[in-house]
């Protein structure tokens, strides 16, 4: 794990459906860390997320990634400096099978020429997606779909990928073994920043963690080290 | 009585023209799946394409088929104008503008053809124009024949695009899932144009075999259209086969009605048919 | 538009004919209420309703034709106005239940459909006077004998001033109330307990009913009828071009548009085809640069952002929500 900074987000704000969702927002991700942004629904985590793959763009402040300033970029460019985003309720396209979902994922021309080395290593990561590569998208089960959207975020050979909700409406067996990929993820070079409503799990899965409410940043620092922290344990473990 | 033997000929022409219509309903299905929106110029269109080959042949001595090496890229080339300068503007803005402005260009294309050509219906003959193919007691209109094997050539070549090319799959995912399709690297903007330009190409293939198999006049458009969009209500959006299946049934709705009512009735029987479909099953035989 | 200036712009216009006038005028004049009218109620329709109707021409050659067959068996022709109105009327409320069934997209493609299966039925039916010497299916309006251009021009402003009042009644109602919540959105005006259906229904027969009377009206002063006159897309690019001009969803909107339009009719009438090829680049060009139409420009105008909002805003009546 270097201390080199890959994502630099610096005092944004940010406005959603007409009104303000984020505030001074401002955080960091190094290269080879999982970092996680936890917090309550509706605090801003996926509208945070959206703005770093650049679906929505900030009013005020910037984003800056691998050195360079993304913060006017449009989201089909940022795809190419090396940022995927695995969106909130997987958002697969329905009628096209587990396979075209995946070699969709590498539509950017410098995907495109690993596309058949990232594939393998999908099913590997992912066996269960190698039986069914045929199948309609639509047809699959949460927990299968969840893998075929974070596999369809590794062909696009991102350094950065951003996953946003990936526990929700899936059994603990399944999210456990979601999250030991994201450290067989890390292990290959891709940094993560995890967005989750699952709070006690994020914060035991990564190496720092940022607390959003309504908006605002209102703590970060080393995971476990919040897990700690008094507030932290009061608002979301009702200790 | 009629007996079947009577009516083996509006039934085989009627297939066979099904493919016809499959070519011009392709080129509407595909903006309306990628973009919503139903070019109400479309039909209109596929007469510029058919006027196009008519100067091909008169003025140039083209084969009007062989003019499809010039008129396929030309036509791509201006649908991608229409949809970048008019279309997508109006696009962003609402539904209804789209459908208003397309609604203008379909007049404009109209009246334009009318001043140039003159309301003077025209038609275009080839070697093979009034020869018949004769199969049992049925005899079938080379002609026919031609734009059916054309719309089979087409629709295999759109469906092997649109699956084994990554731009053919960014255009299935935009118009499955927008906004996702911007996080495969997918610029929306472009995957428009590129489907217009497509459809517009389709157009002047189609607008070649309309010449060679019916006249037209510039208003001719209209009907075409409301044809087109019945097959792909029909036939459902996305899928080849359904709306095949559902260019055959209206090409059999055409020449059985003409059949059985005279001339109104290959308009009339078409046009209830898509009433009716309308207001039965909007999401077509095949739909999802 | 206050109702005192209204009835008083009427009788003055009322009596325009008897002032020695040039006769040009009273010409433009009752081909601008026949628009008028048929303006109101589409913007009724596709600006208060959201119903994008590309039937007009159904409602008006239904009508005429209605009132036209009427004078053949000896009902007088202003009878024939009001039965041709009713026609259309009762034809919209037997289309409805199968169109309202189809949204958007569907619903425009369906109403397109409708004058042209008219226009087939016509072509072929002939329910009086038999078969025409050398084919056509079209009629002549009959019984006009002492019938003034007076007496259609009062006809005519009678049905332009009808729809302004009629819209004005109607936007000031529970049914204008109800119309708005639908026009923004179906499904949530559904679950507020409206009506949908039937709000629709009554703003779609109500009209079907004035643009029929309207075309009923002009075609008793053209004097002969035929399909492809009568249920011609011209009738619906008249409408829709005097609205999008004007302002699509602005009460004023079809009266500053249909102005514009009697003076490009007249104007082009002798270009035949241009006209309408003209009136297709204008279309194309109001929708792509001032979609707003000239009343929309003058309200941004007037609610205060000067040239900037009129440069930014190409929304139609809606406030954007400002970004600080």
Request: hydrophobic residues 55%; aromatic residues 10%.
């Amino acid at each position: 794990m270097s201390e080199e900074v890959l994502l630099r987000v610096s005092n944004i704000d940010v406005f959603y459906g007409g009104a303000q969702a984020l505030w001074d927002v401002s955080l960091e991700v190094r290269s080879g860390e999982i970092v996680a942004l936890a917090g309550s629904n509706g605090a801003g985590k996926s509208t945070l997320l959206k703005t770093i793959s650049g679906v929505i763009h900030p009013a005020k402040g910037s984003i800056e990634f691998a050195g360079m300033n993304i913060t006017k970029l449009n989201a089909y460019d940022i795809v190419a400096q090396g940022i995927s985003q695995v969106p909130e309720g997987r958002r697969l396209f329905p009628e096209m099978t587990v396979f075209q979902n995946l070699a969709i994922g590498s539509y950017n021309g410098k995907a495109r020429a690993k596309r058949e080395e990232n594939l393998t290593r999908v099913y590997e990561l992912f066996p269960v997606l190698k039986e069914r590569k045929d199948q309609l998208a639509k047809t699959l089960s949460g927990g299968e779909q969840q893998m075929v959207a974070i596999g369809r975020g590794l062909m696009s050979n991102p350094r950065l990928i951003l996953i946003d909700e990936m526990s929700l409406g899936l059994s603990p067996l399944i999210v456990c073994d979601l999250f030991r990929v994201l450290h067989a993820i890390r292990a290959r070079g891709i940094t993560v920043l995890l967005v989750e409503q699952n709070v006690w799990q994020s914060l035991h899965e990564a190496d720092r963690a940022y607390i959003i409410e309504t908006g605002r940043i209102v703590l970060s620092g080393n995971a476990l080290e919040l897990c700690e922290e008094e507030e932290v344990r009061e608002a979301y473990f009702g200790v | 009585m009629e007996t079947l033997a009577d009516l083996a000929s509006p039934i085989a022409i009627g297939v066979l023209l099904g493919g016809l219509y499959v070519v011009i309903a392709l080129g509407l299905s595909l903006v309306f799946g990628v973009m919503k929106v139903i070019n109400v110029a479309h039909g209109d269109l596929v007469i510029l394409g058919s006027y196009f080959a008519y100067v091909m042949s008169t003025s140039w001595g083209l084969d009007p088929i062989l003019s499809l090496v010039v008129g396929i890229p030309l036509f791509f080339i201006m649908g991608v104008f229409i949809e970048r300068f008019l279309l997508h503007r109006a696009f962003r803005m609402s539904a209804d503008a789209a459908l208003i402005v397309a609604f203008g260009i379909s007049l404009i294309i109209q009246n334009g053809a009318q001043l140039v050509w003159t309301p003077l219906s025209r038609g275009l003959m080839t070697s093979y124009t009034l020869e018949s193919l004769k199969i049992g007691d049925v005899y079938l209109p080379v002609v026919y024949l031609v734009d059916f094997a054309m719309a089979l050539v087409v629709v295999l070549a759109v469906h092997q695009f649109l699956k084994r090319t990554y731009l053919g799959q960014a255009i299935t995912a935009a118009s499955q899932d927008s906004e996702t399709a911007q996080l495969m690297g997918i610029n929306p903007a472009r995957v428009y144009q590129i489907a217009f330009g497509i459809a517009m190409a389709l157009a002047a293939i189609a607008g070649v075999s309309l010449a060679l198999t019916f006249p037209f006049t510039p208003k001719s458009g209209v009907p075409f259209l409301i044809i087109a969009f019945g097959v792909i209500i029909l036939g459902g959006l996305g899928s080849m086969v359904g709306t095949f299946i559902g260019g055959m049934i209206f090409g059999l709705s055409q020449t059985l009605g003409g059949h059985f009512l005279g001339p109104t009735g290959q308009l009339l029987v078409p046009f209830v048919m898509v009433l009716v479909v309308l207001t039965i099953r909007p999401q077509g035989l095949f739909g999802r | 538009m206050p109702l005192i200036s209204l009835g008083v712009v009427t009788i003055v216009l009322a009596v325009l004919p008897k002032m020695g006038v040039p006769r040009v005028l009273p010409l433009y004049l009752f081909h601008f209420f026949v628009f008028l009218a048929m303006a109101n109620m589409w913007n009724l329709l596709a600006g208060y309703s959201g119903l994008l109707a590309l039937c007009p021409a159904a409602f008006i050659g239904l009508a005429a034709y209605t009132m036209t067959i009427l004078t053949w068996v000896d009902v007088p022709f202003y009878v024939g106005i009001i039965a041709g109105g009713a026609a259309a009327a009762l034809f919209a409320a037997i289309i409805s239940p199968s169109v309202f069934r189809m949204k958007g997209v569907y619903f425009a493609i369906g109403t397109l459909v409708v004058p042209e299966i008219l226009r087939l039925v016509f072509l072929r039916w002939r329910p009086v006077g038999g078969e025409l010497h050398g084919g056509g299916a079209g009629y002549m309006v009959k019984g006009m004998a002492g019938v003034t251009m007076e007496h259609t021009y009062w006809l005519g402003l009678a049905i332009g001033v009808a729809s302004v009042i009629v819209v004005g009644i109607i936007l000031r109602s529970k049914l204008g109330l109800g119309l708005a919540a639908i026009r923004d959105n179906d499904a949530t005006a559904a679950s507020s307990g409206i009506d949908v259906f039937r709000l629709k229904l009554y703003s779609f027969v109500i009209a079907a009913f004035i643009m029929g009377a309207a075309g009923a009206i002009f075609y008793s002063y053209q004097g002969y009828i035929e399909p492809s006159a009568g249920f011609h897309i011209k009738w619906l690019m008249t409408a829709l071009l005097a609205t999008v001009i004007g302002g699509k969803g602005i009460e004023g909107g079809p009266l500053v548009g249909t102005i514009i339009v009697v003076i490009l009719h007249f104007q082009l009438a002798r270009y035949g085809e241009l006209s309408l090829l003209i009136q297709g680049i204008i279309l194309v060009v109001i929708m792509l640069a001032a979609p707003q139409g000239i009343m929309g420009l003058a309200r941004d105008l007037r609610n205060g952002g000067g040239f900037r909002a009129l440069l930014g805003s190409a929304s139609q009546g809606r406030i954007k929500p400002r970004q600080i």
